[in-house]
């Protein structure tokens, strides 16, 4: 077990902590995929204590933090709706109680045609959060069979649910790294949360092993097929399939690890060396947690790589 991290800057607001994380990403008109969306965030309202969202975040160019009442979420409600997916770029969030490091946090991004091509891969994002407390009190073959039923309804490309370590305040990021960075390389099973960034370079490809990790049905014919991966993963990993891929439960629990004791990752490595072909590496997005350093960030990427 790891200990729990909460970093807060001397104003107060967090810079940096531990939250469950789900990632879903398509690569696809957002209106093809709008319902599924709008069926994954009714779920997780209806999963979470709800009345602990204080707060919203409406339109990508705004990033100016509003009270959630009944008519905001109406609003984002609303723009769940294949009609207005394909008219405009749909980007909210939900969260709370805090701005800043919230305990849950419900974040969508999507666009009518992601761009392909130049500098840009884009692909649409689906991202939650809950506290890490959140697996063990409500069970983890719960929490597994939630994010199969997201999986069920949102055809995506890839996914993953890990522990991650969280940074939101984008003016406070290099503080962040300093706290994240160490945790990441020290512990490999965490994640580092960047679902919207990565969300504008990733295209159909994954951000490689987490906890749990989904494959579109296109992904896992790239590797070979099922039983080609059933054969490089130990028994320890389960695989199961859904309408449109597959899932990969690296153990019953979380792996974190903590290389300073000795405690490694052996499953996570596995799926890590299974998916390297469909694995997206350089993720830019990262870099400002590493301190500008290519090499670092690279080298976390590879961290399952001796």
Known sequence: MYEPVMKRAAEGHCIARDNAVVALL??????????????????????????????????SASGDFKPLNAKVMAKCQSMLTPEAAAKKEIFFQLMGPEQYGPDYSFLVG??????????????????????????SEHGEDAFVEMVMDWFAYLRCDSGYAAIGLCADDDSMLRDAGLVIAPLAFRSHGFDIADAPLVSMALGARSRGARWLTLLSHKLVGKLGGQAELERKLPSEVTILGGPHGLLLRAGATPEIGDVNRNQHTPLLAAVAHAIEGVTYFGDNGLLSLFGQDTDRRDAWERRFWP
């Open 26 to 59: 398509s690569q696809c008109p957002f209106a093809d995929i709008v319902d599924g969306a709008a069926y994954c965030l009714s779920r997780f309202l209806n999963t979470i204590p709800v009345e602990r969202l204080k707060w919203s975040v409406v339109g």
């Open 110 to 135: 999507g666009v009518p045609r992601p761009e392909i091509g130049g500098f840009m891969n884009e692909t649409n994002v689906l991202e939650m959060r809950f506290p890490s407390a959140f697996l």
